[in-house]
C-alpha cells in the first residue's frame, strides 16, 4: 500500500470537516436573518416532526453540546413560542420538547428562503480540486 492511498481517509476525513463548516457558516447566514442562531436552528429542526419529543439529554447528545448549552436554547426558543415543554411520562422531573406551530412556521420560511438562495448560487462548501500531479 503507498503513502497516497494511506492518506486517503484522512483526506477524505479533513474533505468533510471543511466541508462541514462552510455550510454551517452558510447556514448561520440564512437564519440570522430570522433572528435565529445556526444552534436554535438545529435544535428545531430536530424537532420538526410534529411527533418528535425529545429530553434534554437526548438533544444534548444529537447536537454534540452540553446540557447547559441545550438549556439555554430551550429557554431562548421557548420564550419566542417555538417550542414547548411537556413532562415526561412516569418522570414529572423530566421535560419533553416539542415544535410549536409557530416553530414549524418559522422552518417553512426558512426552508423557502434557503431554497431561493440555493438557487441562485453555486453552494461554497464544495471540496477544492486537486490539480493533476
Do not use: N
Not at 483526506?11 to 448561520?28: K, Q, T, V, W
Not at 440564512?30 to 434534554?56: A, C
Not at 423530566?94 to 422552518?107: K, N, Y
Amino acid at each position: 500500500m503507498d503513502a497516497s492511498s494511506q492518506r486517503a481517509p484522512f483526506d477524505e476525513l479533513c474533505l468533510r470537516i471543511a466541508s462541514g463548516r462552510a455550510a454551517s457558516r452558510l447556514l448561520s447566514s440564512w437564519v440570522s436573518q430570522f433572528d435565529l442562531k445556526e444552534p436554535e436552528f438545529r435544535l428545531l429542526w430536530l424537532l420538526r416532526e410534529e411527533s418528535t419529543r425529545l429530553d434534554q439529554s437526548q438533544v444534548a447528545e444529537l447536537m454534540a453540546s452540553s446540557h447547559a448549552q441545550v438549556s439555554a436554547l430551550v429557554e431562548r426558543l421557548r420564550g419566542g413560542g417555538y417550542l414547548s415543554g411537556s413532562s415526561a411520562p412516569g418522570d414529572r422531573r423530566r421535560s419533553l420538547w416539542s415544535i410549536t406551530p409557530t416553530g414549524r412556521a418559522l422552518l417553512q420560511k426558512i426552508e423557502l428562503h434557503a431554497s431561493g438562495e440555493m438557487r441562485c448560487a453555486t453552494p461554497p462548501f464544495s471540496p477544492p480540486r486537486r490539480a493533476a500531479a
